[in-house]
């Protein structure tokens, strides 16, 4: 890993967010998820889940640009599982859906431990996930049309929460604990390498002040 790429990987991840993430309900379509993605990686998400229990996790294609390999994508086997597992580490779960007790996407306060709930592509939500929300988001339109393609309003409602975590200095320290920073580091650095270790069950080795490796493995 040349020096330059080190210091980009490190600028990286001092912004990750592991506070913010998206959860995605039976989004099936490659070009959404990939969208969604790509998203998640702009404005500093550390992991993304999905839910997709009848038809698997899509592929991706094109649109991602590369984004999952940036942004890591948990795949949960069920809503109330996924959901349990935030509210552990004291989420608040936001859903995408228009209802009577939905404020705009704007009102909501994404500077707490936020996820990102979003639907399926013509659905929405399911009723049992809107009804587990803790609260109902809605994106302010005025044309014919009342809804939006479900990259679309992740990618609106995520840079609103960027917004207001950069005025918040979110952005302006390292937000990820020092052990998973510096495996992750080593794992988009050198991920042929990483991924020899892992199968060998061999610690990653130390690297150096530019990034280099300072004990390569056999």
Request: proline share 7%; net charge neutral.
């Amino acid at each position: 890993m040349v020096p330059r790429r080190y210091r980009r990987i490190r600028e990286v991840l001092d912004r990750r967010q592991p506070d913010l993430t998206v959860l995605m309900e039976n989004v099936h379509k490659p070009h959404n998820l990939s969208a969604i993605l790509r998203t998640c990686d702009a404005v500093g998400v550390f992991e993304a889940h999905a839910i997709n229990p009848t038809e698997g996790v899509p592929t991706f294609n094109s649109t991602a640009q590369g984004s999952q390999k940036w942004v890591e994508l948990q795949v949960q086997p069920d809503l109330d599982t996924a959901a349990a597992q935030l509210r552990q580490r004291q989420f608040r779960i936001c859903a995408a859906h228009t209802s009577d007790r939905a404020i705009d996407y704007r009102s909501f306060d994404y500077t707490q431990p936020t996820a990102i709930l979003l639907g399926a592509e013509r659905w929405g939500v399911s009723e049992h996930a809107a009804a587990i929300a803790d609260a109902h988001l809605t994106v302010p339109m005025f044309g014919m049309v009342q809804s939006l393609n479900v990259s679309v309003a992740a990618a609106v409602i995520l840079f609103e929460a960027q917004r207001q975590r950069m005025e918040a200095g979110c952005y302006d320290r390292v937000r990820l604990e020092a052990d998973t920073y510096w495996q992750v580091l080593f794992e988009w650095g050198y991920p042929q390498i990483a991924a020899r270790c892992r199968e060998r069950g061999q610690p990653y080795p130390p690297l150096g002040p530019e990034g280099e490796l300072r004990d390569p493995p056999a």
